[in-house]
T-cell receptor, first 115, second 114 residues
Framework: DAGVIQSPRHEVTEMGQEVTLRCKPISGHNSLFWYRQTMMRGLELLIYFNNNVPIDDSGMPEDRFSAKMPNASFSTLKIQPSEPRDSAVYFC?????????????FGPGTRLTVT | AQSVAQPEDQVNVAEGNPLTVKCTYSVSGNPYLFWYVQYPNRGLQFLLKYITGDNLVKGSYGFEAEFNKSQTSFHLKKPSALVSDSALYFCAVRDEGSNYQLIWGAGTKLIIKP
């Protein structure tokens, strides 16, 4: 298995532009997580999907952020419009079940820089 | 309130010496505990977990961790450190009442010197 796949690996954009991050979870995993990692705030859970349904989006910073999971093998995280404070590394992770006793498998991340 | 603490921002160990990365937790129920490692410019990688059973858990790359309920600790250990162990280590805990939420520690940077 190729593991969790994320694209792009790096994204540099200007403030106000739309940014779309993509994730392909591990086949057979039914839970998907989007995280954001910064030096100041550490690792933050943005949204959690179970069986393609968003279960908890309380970590999404504001309405500029949205996430979708149209099928079991694909998810997107969109930021529109982007702001410099959105600069961070965004990780997608997947797991079996709810991720409780099952470990999460992380993708390589997307490093987003908003200028 | 639920929390995870990694009291050391950085741990320095000489190659070949034993290493310990500390983690303490506070949850309302029985804890599910995890250790992850993050190498530079990479995603987090699962090392080991404690769910139930033996207090000493063995994981990847020769790492092990000891669950101590009375001290609410889950310290990560390795008998002989390698330079390649240098990375950022995260402890995480899941409250038994949650089916997905992990509470993450701030991370400990482990530096192994040759």
């Amino acid at each position: 298995d190729a593991g969790v796949i994320q694209s792009p690996r790096h994204e540099v954009t200007e403030m106000g532009q739309e940014v779309t991050l993509r994730c392909k979870p591990i086949s057979g995993h039914n839970s998907l997580f989007w995280y954001r990692q910064t030096m100041m705030r550490g690792l933050e859970l943005l949204i959690y999907f179970n069986n393609n349904v968003p279960i908890d989006d309380s970590g999404m910073p504001e309405d500029r952020f949205s996430a979708k999971m149209p099928n079991a093998s694909f998810s997107t995280l969109k930021i529109q419009p982007s702001e410099p404070r959105d600069s961070a590394v965004y990780f997608c992770a997947s797991s079996l079940a709810g991720g409780g006793s099952y470990e999460q498998y992380f993708g390589p991340g997307t490093r987003l820089t908003v200028t | 309130a639920q929390s995870v603490a990694q009291p050391e921002d950085q741990v320095n160990v000489a190659e070949g010496n034993p290493l310990t990365v500390k983690c303490t937790y506070s949850v309302s129920g029985n804890p599910y505990l995890f250790w992850y490692v993050q190498y530079p410019n990479r995603g987090l990688q699962f090392l080991l977990k404690y769910i139930t059973g033996d207090n000493l858990v063995k994981g990847s790359y020769g790492f092990e961790a000891e669950f101590n309920k009375s001290q609410t600790s889950f310290h990560l250990k390795k008998p002989s450190a390698l330079v390649s162990d240098s990375a950022l280590y995260f402890c995480a805990v899941r409250d038994e009442g949650s089916n997905y939420q992990l509470i993450w520690g701030a991370g400990t940077k482990l530096i192994i010197k040759p």
